[in-house]
């Protein structure tokens, strides 16, 4: 026989026994009560050493439970390497201070079409995406809190760009302005604002060139129409529409982020291209999925990543990847920067169209202005 046997057998005889005594006195009763609660511990000490591991008390953050956390970054396609960069920064200083390793995993794409697959359960812990209007789809979503730009610094704008015209070798076809997409004999290359965020501002600064140089809405419907009527393809995001201009050898012209041209450069290439003087501020915002990340205990360090987008170290990683700069290092560094980045004489911002809201009503939801265009041009 057993320890364990020997032990419940004890138990058995010994409650017989007592069974057939008549408790006359509290403290008789008060005395078995206190030699069974031995003989319970005394049968648990035998049980095979099984311990009870739950314990109470306030809970401790995610960061303070986990040795390894993992990161869901969901973005545009442009900023990819400046996170690249951003992210070993990130992963070094929270390990140095938290004593956690924080791993990352991507994914890059259209800003609508990133904005539709987080809606559709894709679970992002943080965007970063091409346009304010994309975070306000996830706030209606309630997947983001309306107040995530209160949050963070510089309303959640955490990296700027203005719009380029790139050409091919020599500038050929002599283009210097946007105006110059809607002569005859001109081709040109962009994304599809129904599907990228940048193609949205790309639409935006044709608008404001319009505007700005004498038009009313009329005319200004009138060159944007023409602009998309020499538009040789539609590509789904901003990287697709530069493959296909440079790779491809489709059309004379190409609008894209002036970021994109300089990263380029960086790499090697020769590339001729020109920033107009009247152009737009091409904002990207970045924000915190509060759904997700309550879901799956990660909002510390989600919050902590996307509040280091805009210390200096990142923002500096941003401007070496052609991005300009927001909050004080743009300030610190005032006079460098504008050695580096073409001056812009007339310099739009969404809000002077009535924020996204607005603009997204007007220009790019279903039936608005820019299906009707495609409808007349026969390319809907």
Not at 14 to 32: G, P
Not at 83 to 100: R, V
Not at 262 to 280: H, R, S
Request: aromatic share 10%.
């Amino acid at each position: 026989m057993n320890k364990r046997q020997e032990f419940w057998d004890f138990g058995d005889n010994w409650m017989r026994r007592f069974a057939k005594v008549r408790f006359t006195s509290f403290n008789h009763a008060i005395s078995l009560f206190l030699v069974g609660i031995g003989l319970s511990v005394a049968i648990a000490s035998c049980s095979g050493g099984a311990t009870n591991t739950s314990t109470t008390g306030s809970a401790t953050p995610a960061t303070d439970q986990k040795k390894e956390i993992e990161i869901n970054l969901v973005a545009y396609a442009v900023p990819k390497a400046a996170h690249d960069a951003i992210i070993s920064l990130f992963q070094e200083k929270w390990q140095k201070e938290k004593g956690q390793t924080v791993t990352f995993r991507q994914s890059y794409g259209g800003s609508g079409s990133q904005t539709r697959a987080i809606i559709d359960g894709l679970e992002a812990d943080v965007v970063h995406l091409a346009i304010g209007a994309d975070v306000e789809k996830l706030v209606e979503a309630k997947i983001v809190n309306g107040d995530w730009n209160k949050k963070l610094p510089n309303n959640g704008i955490v990296a700027k760009s203005v719009a380029a015209v790139i050409t091919r070798d020599g500038n050929p076809k002599n283009i210097k302005t946007f105006g110059d997409l809607t002569r005859d004999g001109v081709k040109w290359v962009t994304a599809n604002p129904k599907t990228s965020g940048g193609a949205r501002w790309n639409f935006l600064v044709l608008w404001d060139y319009a505007l700005k140089n004498g038009g009313d809405e009329a005319k200004a419907t009138e060159f944007v129409t023409q602009a998309f009527k020499n538009v040789a393809i539609l590509a789904k995001d901003a990287r697709e529409a530069t493959d296909i201009f440079a790779k491809q050898g489709q059309g004379d012209a190409l609008i894209n982020y002036e970021n994109e041209v300089i990263l380029a450069q960086q790499k090697g290439e020769k590339i001729d291209f020109v920033v107009p003087d009247t152009n737009i501020s091409i904002d990207t915002p970045v924000a915190v999925v509060d759904k997700n990340v309550d879901k799956r205990g990660t909002r510390e360090v989600a919050e902590a990543f996307t509040q280091f987008l805009f210390t200096p170290e990142a923002q500096a990683e941003f401007v070496k990847l052609g991005f300009r700069p927001v909050g004080d290092y743009a300030t610190a560094n005032e006079k460098t920067l504008a050695t580096q980045f073409p001056p812009v004489k007339k310099l739009a911002t969404v809000d002077e169209y009535g924020g996204w809201g607005k603009v997204q009503e007007q220009f790019f939801s279903d039936e608005a202005l820019f299906d009707q265009i495609q409808s007349k041009l026969g390319k809907s």
